[in-house]
């Protein structure tokens, strides 16, 4: 299994809610990454995990905020976001710092903040 | 930042014909890689050539990396219809393998 899946497709809400993104993985890989990309732009570190301990925060809002309950699962936890917080967000996962370096993506989230 | 830059933006062509595409970096890499995205969906990873290799072949593409001059070219011989996405470079300065850079992009349209 070589698939990254993510969860919703596509979701639209407004600034006073409250809502997850979801991502999975069943390849045994050790690093899982949250990216933001706008239309015609390319995709932008958000947050690295490795070993299920957040390694890398690109100075992401605190209204973003990532969760890895478990090496197979990452979370994204949207609360408060702002209207040009619109956009696709990716998640990716690759075996892990040191390792083989290729990342495989999911489909991504295509969210809309109204 | 540590953005590359690619070019051309946007490149159209027939199918049968190549595409070539440039990225060029800013930083001393480990390795660099190149990635496609359908529509704006989730990107698929095509190739990775190392700091210390000069020329890599991966069926129809080719990928060149001049780290004098902090540039690679991919180059997708024969193109097809299905090769119409968008082509991002992407490179790990970091040597963690933990943190990928993307280049800006070409939008590559192929036309029967």
């Known amino acids: 299994d070589t698939e990254v899946t993510q969860t919703p497709k596509h979701l639209v809400m407004g600034m006073t809610n409250k809502k997850s993104l979801k991502c999975e993985q069943h390849?045994?890989?050790?690093?899982m990454y949250w990216y933001k990309q706008k239309a015609k732009k390319p995709p932008e570190l958000m947050f690295v995990y490795s070993y299920e301990k957040l390694s890398i925060n690109e100075s992401v809002p605190s209204r973003f905020s990532p969760e890895c309950p478990n090496s197979s699962l990452l979370n994204l936890h949207l609360h408060a976001l702002q209207p040009e917080d619109s956009a696709l967000y990716l998640c990716?996962?690759?075996?892990?710092?040191?390792?083989?370096?290729?990342?495989?993506f999911g489909p991504g989230t295509r969210l809309l903040v109204l | 930042s540590q953005q590359g830059e690619e070019d051309p933006q946007a490149l159209s062509i027939q199918e049968g014909e190549n595409a070539t595409m440039n990225c060029s970096y800013k930083?001393?890499?480990?390795?660099l890689q190149w990635y496609r995205q359908n529509s704006g969906r989730g990107l698929v990873h095509l190739i990775l050539?190392?700091?210390?290799?000069r020329e890599k072949h991966s069926g129809r593409l080719r990928v060149t990396l001049d780290t004098s001059k902090k540039s690679s070219s991919l180059l997708i011989t024969a193109s097809r219809a299905a090769d119409t996405a968008s082509y991002f470079c992407a490179t790990d300065f970091t040597g963690t393998a933990s943190k990928l850079t993307f280049g800006t992009g070409t939008r590559l349209q192929v036309t029967l």
């Open positions: 930083t001393s890499i480990n390795n």
């Open positions: 050539i190392r700091s210390n290799e």
């Open positions: 390849m045994g890989h050790r690093a």
């Open positions: 990716a996962s690759s075996q892990g710092p040191g390792q083989q370096e290729t990342q495989y």
